[in-house]
């Protein structure tokens, strides 16, 4: 720990009132170019591009990551979700705004990109994607408006980091300190080993 | 090789003194792990604290492979007045946001310019390591940049705390211009152009400040004035590179 660490914090008079919460923002990133966007997590933000931007830190550099689109939570709409697979329906339509589908491919599973419908509202947006995206197989269908969907730009498309940050993988920390420990034990191995020998022949 | 010809070396100095710039800088910067104001920026903040080492280990790595030295004894084994960090980088912020994010703001956009210099050398790997960790660079300058005008233009008291900062920071971050002994008695020998370098810095964040609604006069200082890029540094240099270092003059070969 930083001896600066060792200063303690000071405050002269009562901490000012706390700042509204954050807006709060769903996360998904692309492992590779033209796959889909998959959901990583939310961040808290008070607009669109510090989202992003914190979405870079914090979800961007855990895995391989070449995109990352965010949206606000409330501008989410999920459809139905049952224990049997969404069955197609009949809506369609080429009417109104466009429309992010999401579908959700297993139970307990997370959110991807799908495609887009046009739609005028939510409701019909998910009825319309139901057509389309629902092939039996899917669980949820969730709609958000193309407008709110922010995705960071080319100039911004680099992602992972020079350096080596397998660290911050659990397989990547797995098996750094399983060497460690390996190599621990060895030698505490060898030291047992070293004594037990000294014994016996002294 | 030696640490000495390497010192000696003008090209090398250009290197040197981003590299230490940012090794500085992420070390101070790694304190405020987990006392940043906000979860999302403490961890934003923290990873960009580690670009920061990285991309100091990449200048060093470079200057190793270069120089055929060890790149753990550029960093930490140089006579305190081999360092080529200007005096910004240690000045510290005292737990105090608004300076730790001007301070990482001013530094990372002077930083970004430099390597987009270095990136034009044909000299080995150096352009093709400079041209990758400039696009990162270009990254946290983004970050900074939309912070300080969120900050700036935030409410009145956050207004005044950058400003405050503005104020304290502006007249040294000049000297971050400030060329290293060695081979540029011209402006135009320092790397494509004291003058320039500093004329298109003050442009970049003028701009910024502008739409933060703060203000800061900057000026280039004068070829004589002598600071950290010649190994004259600050008292808070002293006391960082004593901390940062403690390890490793306690245990030379000591490694994770």
């Known amino acids: 720990m930083s001896k600066i660490r060792e200063i303690p914090l000071s405050f002269d008079a009562d901490l000012p009132p706390a700042t509204p919460d954050g807006r709060h923002w769903v ?18 933000a008070p607009d669109q591009e510090l989202a992003l931007q914190f979405a870079r830190e914090h979800y961007g550099l855990d895995e391989a990551c070449v995109g990352i689109i965010c949206h606000e939570h409330a501008a989410a709409t999920d459809g139905p979700y049952g224990l049997e697979p969404l069955q197609p329906g009949n809506a369609e339509g080429e009417d109104g705004q466009d429309w992010t589908v999401f579908t959700l491919l297993k139970r307990g599973g997370n959110h991807q990109t799908a495609g887009t419908v046009k739609a005028p509202d939510a409701d019909t947006a998910i009825d319309r994607a139901t057509t389309r995206f629902a092939d039996g197989k899917i669980r949820s269908i969730r709609v958000v408006p193309n407008s709110q969907v922010f995705q960071t730009t080319e100039s911004e498309l680099l992602i992972w980091r020079t350096h080596d940050m397998t660290y911050k993988l659990a397989k990547g920390y797995s098996k750094d300190v399983r060497a460690k420990w390996s190599q621990f034990r060895d030698e505490q191995t060898y030291e047992q080993y070293r004594k037990e020998d000294i014994a016996r022949h002294f | 090789m030696t640490m000495q010809t390497m010192l ?5 100095s250009i290197v040197l003194m981003h590299a230490d710039d940012l090794l500085m800088l992420g070390h101070v910067q790694s304190d405020w792990t987990g006392l940043a104001p906000i979860l999302e920026e403490d961890i934003a903040a923290s990873s960009m604290a580690q670009d920061d080492l990285s991309h100091a280990l990449v200048l060093y790595q470079y200057l190793a492979e270069e120089f055929d030295l060890d790149p753990d004894a550029i960093a930490f084994d140089r006579d305190p007045a081999d360092y080529r960090c200007c005096n910004l980088t240690t000045v510290p912020d005292e737990f105090d946001w608004a300076v730790s994010m001007c301070k990482r703001w001013l530094l990372s956009t002077y930083t970004k310019l430099g390597l987009d210099r270095l990136a034009l050398v044909d000299e080995g790997d150096l352009g093709d390591r400079c041209a990758r960790l400039r696009d990162e660079s270009a990254i946290h300058v983004a970050h900074l940049g939309a912070w300080m005008i969120r900050l700036g233009t ?11 900062a503005l104020n304290l920071l502006a007249e040294e971050a000049g000297m971050m211009f400030e060329p290293p002994d060695l081979g540029f008695e011209s402006d135009e020998g320092f ?4 003058g320039e370098m500093f004329d298109e810095w003050a442009t970049l964040v003028g701009a910024t400040l502008s739409e933060a609604g703060l203000q800061a006069s900057f000026t280039l200082p004068d070829q004589a004035a002598r ?18 270092t403690e390890v490793r003059r306690a245990e030379p070969a000591t490694a994770w």
Do not use: I
């Not at chain 1, 996360?27 to 808290?44: E, L």
């Not at chain 2, 790397?191 to 004291?194: A, F, L």
């Open chain 2, 227 to 244: 600071g950290g890029r010649r190994g004259e540094h600050a008292g808070h240099f002293s006391e960082q590179h004593a901390e940062m």
């Open chain 1, 27 to 44: 996360v998904y990133t692309a492992k590779r170019d033209g796959a889909p966007f998959k959901w990583a997590g939310y961040v808290d």
């Open chain 2, 191 to 194: 790397c494509c152009g004291r």
């Open chain 2, 154 to 164: 935030g409410s009145t008291e956050s207004n005044e705390r950058m400003q405050a």
């Open chain 2, 8 to 12: 000696a070396n003008p090209l090398a």
